[in-house]
């Protein structure tokens, strides 16, 4: 005959579970441990994400700077070398700096033609000119156009020299993302590349020097200079010498020094504040009195797009002195 063990009130109390009150508070506090974990992760990712773009943001708009510096320094560049025969600009050609206020370009037009009207938040167009070194398309590697391909130094006829273009324009990528371009023309057509990410406002001022002595005195935008040529009086003899006469005199040629400034946003959404900034790409004191007309030196927040309101952004600005002064250069 088996002895079976006998369950009595004692052995269930030794293999009972937990009550249910004493479940819920284990659930809640498992909830409280949950809840902060993740909010430490969000709030670790939020300053991850916010740091990475402050750094992409100041990379890429120093970036951009240093690249449109270094194209405004070899402006007017003239090939004394050539191959044993100096390249040299003669008084009747174009100006080696050119510009338009609140435009856009298309990549496969020639140069600064046929610019287009809408343009990113009033961004401008910053044209270079320059000549090559040494022969061929290419010419020696030293003179780089702002796509980084070498330029070389030719002859046209007439007399003229055939000099490189470095072009700065922004325009929007196939997702909307706007992008500071550099325009260059290759060897057999034009085109254009991506510089910088982000740029949602490109703004340039031209430093024209009325006295001759070397420095600017105004710093005017490109339509004042234009306004300004507008008055030259031309007495050719029809349109092809008043062009030439035009070259000769046109304020273009005195400039001597460029401002520029570029407003960079990150690529994520990485803002909860107001969205109600403004940022003045020239200065306040600037954006007061000419940021109505000048369009794009002042952007608002709350004229931004919604679904670009919330990124973090940031302005760069420099001033380049112009290093080259061509022959008959200006008034």
């Known amino acids: ?3 079976y063990p006998k369950f009595g009130c004692q052995g269930l109390s030794a293999h009972s579970g937990l009550t249910l009150v004493e479940l819920m508070v284990s659930l809640a506090l498992s909830l409280l441990i949950v809840l902060a974990a993740t909010s430490i992760f969000v709030t670790s990712q939020s300053a991850y994400t916010a740091n990475d773009d ?4 100041q990379e890429s708009g120093r970036y951009g700077l240093e690249v449109i510096a270094r194209a405004l320094r070899q402006s007017g560049y003239e090939d004394w070398s050539g191959g044993g025969t100096a390249k040299l600009t003669r008084s009747d050609e174009s100006a080696t700096i050119v510009g338009l206020d609140a435009k856009s370009l298309k990549a ?3 140069a600064v033609d046929s610019p287009v009207a809408k343009s990113v938040n009033g961004s401008d167009v910053l044209g270079i000119r320059f000549h090559g070194s040494g022969g061929g398309d290419n010419g020696d590697g030293s003179m780089l156009n ?3 391909f070498g330029v070389g130094s030719e002859s046209k006829s007439g007399g003229m020299t055939d000099r490189g273009w470095s072009i700065f324009y922004v325009a929007e990528d196939s997702a909307g993302e706007p992008e500071l371009r550099c325009k260059y023309r290759g060897k ?22 009325s006295d001759r002595d070397g420095l600017p005195n105004h710093f005017l935008t490109a339509t004042e200079v234009e306004q300004l040529d507008d008055k030259l009086v031309l007495t050719g003899a029809d349109s ?18 460029v401002k520029i400034a570029l407003l960079v946003r990150g690529a994520r959404a990485g803002r909860n504040d107001a969205l109600r900034k403004s940022y003045d790409l020239f200065g306040k004191e600037y954006s007061d009195a000419y940021g109505v007309v000048d369009v794009g030196t002042r952007i608002s927040e709350p004229d931004l797009p919604a679904r670009s309101r919330n990124r973090i952004r940031k302005v760069f600005s420099a001033t380049i002195m112009l290093r080259n002064r061509t022959d008959g250069g200006g008034i």
Do not use: P
């Open 108 to 110: 496969t037009t020639a």
């Open 1 to 3: 005959m088996h002895a």
């Open 146 to 148: 702002c796509a980084g």
């Open 54 to 57: 402050a750094a992409l943001i």
């Open 188 to 209: 057999t057509s034009w085109n254009a590349v991506a510089i910088v990410r982000g740029v949602e406002s490109f703004q340039v001022l031209y430093g024209l020097d």
């Open 240 to 257: 092809a010498a008043r062009i030439l006469e035009k070259n000769r005199k046109t304020h273009w040629k005195n400039i001597v020094a």
